[in-house]
Protein backbone atom coordinates (compact mmCIF):
# COMPACT_ATOMS: atom_id res chain seq x y z
CA UNK A 1 0.00 0.00 0.00
CA UNK A 2 1.43 3.24 -1.18
CA UNK A 3 1.82 6.16 1.47
CA UNK A 4 -0.88 8.45 -0.12
CA UNK A 5 -3.54 5.53 0.64
CA UNK A 6 -2.03 4.99 3.90
CA UNK A 7 -1.99 8.55 4.52
CA UNK A 8 -5.88 9.20 3.10
CA UNK A 9 -6.73 6.01 5.85
CA UNK A 10 -5.60 7.92 8.75
CA UNK A 11 -6.24 10.86 7.91
CA UNK A 12 -10.18 9.91 7.39
CA UNK A 13 -9.99 7.75 10.88
CA UNK A 14 -9.03 10.52 13.27
CA UNK A 15 -11.41 12.98 11.19
CA UNK A 16 -14.14 10.43 11.52
CA UNK A 17 -13.23 9.26 14.92
CA UNK A 18 -12.39 13.13 15.93
CA UNK A 19 -15.72 14.24 14.84
CA UNK A 20 -17.51 11.41 16.81
CA UNK A 21 -15.85 12.03 19.69
CA UNK A 22 -16.87 16.15 19.57
CA UNK A 23 -20.14 14.73 19.20
CA UNK A 24 -19.80 11.95 22.80
CA UNK A 25 -18.60 14.75 24.67
CA UNK A 26 -20.59 18.00 23.60
CA UNK A 27 -23.23 16.75 21.71
CA UNK A 28 -22.27 18.74 18.77
CA UNK A 29 -24.27 17.46 15.55
CA UNK A 30 -21.68 19.98 13.49
CA UNK A 31 -18.42 18.12 14.59
CA UNK A 32 -19.86 14.69 13.64
CA UNK A 33 -21.53 15.57 10.61
CA UNK A 34 -18.26 17.32 9.45
CA UNK A 35 -15.75 14.58 11.18
CA UNK A 36 -18.08 12.00 9.39
CA UNK A 37 -18.47 13.31 5.56
CA UNK A 38 -14.51 14.65 5.85
CA UNK A 39 -13.49 11.21 7.60
CA UNK A 40 -15.63 9.07 5.17
CA UNK A 41 -14.25 11.11 1.69
CA UNK A 42 -10.83 10.17 3.12
CA UNK A 43 -11.24 6.55 3.11
CA UNK A 44 -13.58 6.19 0.20
CA UNK A 45 -10.75 8.22 -1.46
CA UNK A 46 -7.78 5.41 -0.11
CA UNK A 47 -10.12 2.67 -0.68
CA UNK A 48 -9.84 3.66 -4.27
CA UNK A 49 -5.99 5.01 -4.21
CA UNK A 50 -5.69 1.64 -3.14
CA UNK A 51 -7.38 -0.15 -5.58
CA UNK A 52 -6.23 1.53 -8.26
CA UNK A 53 -9.58 2.77 -9.09
CA UNK A 54 -9.61 6.35 -11.02
CA UNK A 55 -10.56 9.65 -8.98
CA UNK A 56 -8.97 8.47 -5.51
CA UNK A 57 -6.58 10.86 -5.21
CA UNK A 58 -8.89 13.60 -6.28
CA UNK A 59 -11.32 12.51 -3.55
CA UNK A 60 -8.93 12.67 -1.02
CA UNK A 61 -7.42 15.85 -2.41
CA UNK A 62 -11.58 17.28 -1.98
CA UNK A 63 -11.35 16.05 1.51
CA UNK A 64 -8.24 18.08 2.38
CA UNK A 65 -9.55 20.96 0.83
CA UNK A 66 -12.62 20.81 2.70
CA UNK A 67 -11.06 20.16 6.11
CA UNK A 68 -8.56 23.34 5.18
CA UNK A 69 -11.59 25.29 4.55
CA UNK A 70 -13.07 24.92 7.79
CA UNK A 71 -10.23 24.50 10.23
CA UNK A 72 -7.58 26.94 9.17
CA UNK A 73 -9.91 30.24 9.81
CA UNK A 74 -10.73 28.63 12.76
CA UNK A 75 -7.48 28.07 14.38
CA UNK A 76 -6.38 31.44 12.88
CA UNK A 77 -9.21 32.94 15.00
CA UNK A 78 -9.07 30.98 18.36
CA UNK A 79 -6.05 29.45 18.70
CA UNK A 80 -6.85 26.57 20.42
CA UNK A 81 -5.30 22.96 19.80
CA UNK A 82 -8.14 21.45 18.08
CA UNK A 83 -8.42 23.61 15.54
CA UNK A 84 -5.00 23.69 14.86
CA UNK A 85 -3.73 20.18 14.91
CA UNK A 86 -6.98 19.96 12.18
CA UNK A 87 -5.32 22.63 10.33
CA UNK A 88 -2.04 20.52 10.23
CA UNK A 89 -4.25 17.45 9.43
CA UNK A 90 -5.61 19.74 6.24
CA UNK A 91 -2.70 20.75 5.40
CA UNK A 92 -0.32 17.60 5.21
CA UNK A 93 -3.35 16.12 2.87
CA UNK A 94 -2.74 18.96 0.63
CA UNK A 95 0.63 18.77 0.37
CA UNK A 96 0.14 14.63 -0.14
CA UNK A 97 -2.48 14.62 -2.51
CA UNK A 98 -1.58 18.03 -4.31
CA UNK A 99 1.60 16.83 -5.14
CA UNK A 100 0.56 13.76 -6.67
CA UNK A 101 -2.27 15.80 -8.48
CA UNK A 102 0.33 18.37 -10.30
CA UNK A 103 3.29 14.71 -10.97
CA UNK A 104 -0.15 13.19 -12.79
CA UNK A 105 -0.86 16.53 -14.88
CA UNK A 106 2.74 16.59 -15.58
CA UNK A 107 3.30 13.21 -16.70
CA UNK A 108 0.44 13.53 -18.88
CA UNK A 109 1.59 17.18 -20.40
CA UNK A 110 5.05 15.30 -21.12
CA UNK A 111 3.30 12.05 -22.83
CA UNK A 112 1.28 14.73 -25.40
CA UNK A 113 4.25 16.31 -25.79
CA UNK A 114 6.22 13.47 -26.99
CA UNK A 115 2.91 12.36 -29.02
CA UNK A 116 3.07 15.95 -30.56
CA UNK A 117 7.60 15.47 -31.38
CA UNK A 118 6.61 11.94 -32.79
CA UNK A 119 4.07 13.46 -34.65
CA UNK A 120 6.16 16.20 -36.50
CA UNK A 121 9.16 13.65 -37.10
CA UNK A 122 6.81 11.21 -38.96
CA UNK A 123 5.54 13.74 -41.53
CA UNK A 124 9.12 15.23 -41.69
CA UNK A 125 10.79 12.04 -42.70
CA UNK A 126 7.73 10.03 -44.20
CA UNK A 127 8.10 7.45 -42.21
CA UNK A 128 5.62 5.65 -39.53
CA UNK A 129 6.65 6.49 -35.81
CA UNK A 130 7.88 4.07 -33.73
CA UNK A 131 5.14 4.48 -31.10
CA UNK A 132 1.64 5.35 -31.43
CA UNK A 133 0.01 7.89 -29.26
CA UNK A 134 -3.32 7.46 -27.78
CA UNK A 135 -6.39 9.31 -28.27
CA UNK A 136 -8.57 11.52 -26.10
CA UNK A 137 -11.33 9.22 -26.09
CA UNK A 138 -9.57 6.62 -25.24
Keep these: MGIEAQSAFIIGAL?????????IKTGSVPSIAAGLTV???YLFGGYR???KQSYGIELALLASVVLA?????RAIKSQKPLPIGLSALAL???YTFGTEILILFLLFRLQEFICIL??????SSETPPLLTCWSRSS
Excluded: K, R
Aim: neutral net charge; aromatic residues 18%.
Design 39 to 41: GTL
Design 92 to 94: YGL
Design 118 to 123: LFAYSI
Design 49 to 51: IQT
Design 69 to 73: GSSIP
Design 15 to 23: TAGGGTFGY
